[in-house]
């Protein structure tokens, strides 16, 4: 017994010593930083509808520093399986971008965390970028449901893949008295096929919004949605971006539109959609380090209920945007976007009058790692 005792204690001092020299030769996981900043310079011009004074056109200068700006932070386990990615923006102040963690197994990931999703994100990458502030491509032909908490399963096979994801709604605020809530998250499914020439994502988004504290037999849920298109076509040095989209509801949960982009309640209390169609056109060729890109954008809005019950002069409007960019990749971390935009905003549909027109001319400077 005496020896048994021994021996086992031998063992476990063995064990004891090992455990560290065994850590040491694990594999480490990785760890990747990056950072990008961009800032633009230019001028902005505004016809008279859109300036405060409402009598004179004006023209003005700009510089500033993107909120898209951001510092990154990436891990990834030993064997490949587990990580977690971090993104603040950098502006006056720092802000959330991305904070999530993901599982792989096999063909599928599970996601969890702040992030976006297929829903309009695959084909972000237009050359059309922040020339001014709050002019962007975002509710003028591109359709985006920004960053938000939620849990993603992802299946990707080859040049195939599925997406599912649920989402937290963007908050509604529906008066002091009354609750607005979610029974289900938003929820969004999406389908991909990319290969080198042609790339889709064709995605369909959903949410319901119930409110309880409504009176005189009010509607008491309404539904936001939207089914967006995009597609990518490359061939040598061209390259063809597209989107097609179409949503009602759009203003709650989609960047860039605006406040009439919402339902519309009729005198008897029922909910009239507001209903939203757009998309956008992007060709481009690449020339060495430089790449030509032109680009058009449109969104149209209608709704009975701003003529029949709003008292508007209108039941839709439209509004477009063209652009001309010329990024060119001055260092593989350095690239340098001049362009030129016109946004015409279409007409005010309460008035029937000319809602304005502007243009912005600038560069936005690029440094990326």
């Known amino acids: 017994m005496k020896k048994f005792f021994v021996l086992m204690l031998a063992l476990a001092a063995l064990?004891?010593?090992?455990?560290p020299a065994m850590a040491a030769e694990a594999p480490a996981p990785s760890i990747v930083l990056?950072?990008?900043?961009?800032?633009?310079?230019?001028?902005?011009?505004?016809?008279?509808?859109?300036?405060?004074?409402?009598?004179?056109?004006?023209?003005?200068?700009?510089t500033d520093l993107v909120g898209n700006s951001y510092f990154r932070?990436?891990?990834?386990?030993?064997?490949?399986?587990?990580?977690?990615?971090?993104?603040?923006?950098?502006?006056s102040s720092v802000g959330l971008r991305h904070a999530y963690g993901w599982y792989k197994i096999g063909n599928c990931k599970l996601l969890a965390g702040q992030t976006d999703n297929w829903i309009g994100a695959p084909y972000w990458?237009?050359?059309k970028l922040n020339a001014a502030p709050?002019?962007?491509?975002?509710?003028?032909?591109?359709?985006?449901?920004?960053?938000?908490?939620?849990?993603?399963?992802?299946?990707?096979?080859?040049?195939?893949?599925?997406?599912?994801?649920?989402?937290q709604a963007e908050s509604v605020d529906a008066g002091s008295f009354v609750d607005v809530y979610n029974t289900i998250p938003r929820a969004t499914v999406a389908f991909q096929y990319k290969s080198d020439v042609?790339?889709?994502?064709?995605?369909?988004?959903?949410?319901?919004?119930?409110?309880?504290?409504?009176?005189?037999?009010?509607?008491?849920?309404?539904?936001?949605?939207?089914f967006i298109l995009p597609v990518k076509i490359q061939a040598g040095a061209f390259r063809l971006l597209a989107e097609g989209h179409y949503g009602v509801n759009v203003d709650f949960g989609y960047s860039g539109y605006p406040s009439m982009a919402r339902m519309?309640?009729?005198?008897?209390?029922?909910?009239?959609?507001?209903?939203?169609?757009?998309?956008?056109?992007?060709?481009?060729?690449?020339?060495?380090?430089?790449?030509?890109?032109?680009g058009f954008g449109y969104e149209y809005f209608s709704n009975d209920?701003?003529?029949?019950?709003?008292?508007?002069?209108?039941d839709n409007f439209s509004r477009q945007l063209f652009y001309v960019s010329l990024p060119y990749k001055v260092h593989r971390n350095f690239i340098v976007y001049p362009e030129f935009n016109y946004l015409n905003h279409g007409d005010n549909p309460s008035t029937g009058d000319d809602q304005g027109n502007e243009w912005v001319i600038g560069v936005l400077f690029r440094f990326i790692f």
């Open 15 to 19: 064990v004891a010593m090992s455990v």
């Open 34 to 62: 990056g950072a990008r900043v961009n800032q633009t310079l230019g001028y902005q011009g505004k016809s008279e509808e859109l300036t405060k004074n409402g009598k004179d056109d004006i023209t003005g200068s700009f």
């Open 73 to 91: 932070a990436k891990f990834t386990s030993a064997d490949k399986k587990v990580g977690v990615m971090t993104e603040i923006g950098l502006k």
């Open 125 to 127: 990458g237009v050359h």
């Open 134 to 167: 709050g002019d962007d491509l975002l509710g003028w032909g591109k359709m985006w449901a920004p960053r938000r908490p939620q849990v993603q399963l992802t299946w990707e096979s080859g040049s195939y893949g599925v997406q599912v994801a649920l989402e």
């Open 198 to 226: 042609f790339s889709t994502t064709p995605g369909f988004n959903f949410v319901q919004y119930n409110m309880e504290g409504l009176s005189g037999g009010a509607d008491d849920s309404f539904n936001v949605w939207a």
């Open 264 to 294: 519309v309640m009729k005198a008897n209390g029922d909910y009239e959609d507001t209903t939203n169609y757009g998309g956008f056109l992007e060709a481009s060729y690449k020339i060495n380090a430089l790449r030509v890109a032109f």
């Open 305 to 314: 209920e701003w003529k029949d019950t709003l008292g508007c002069k209108e």
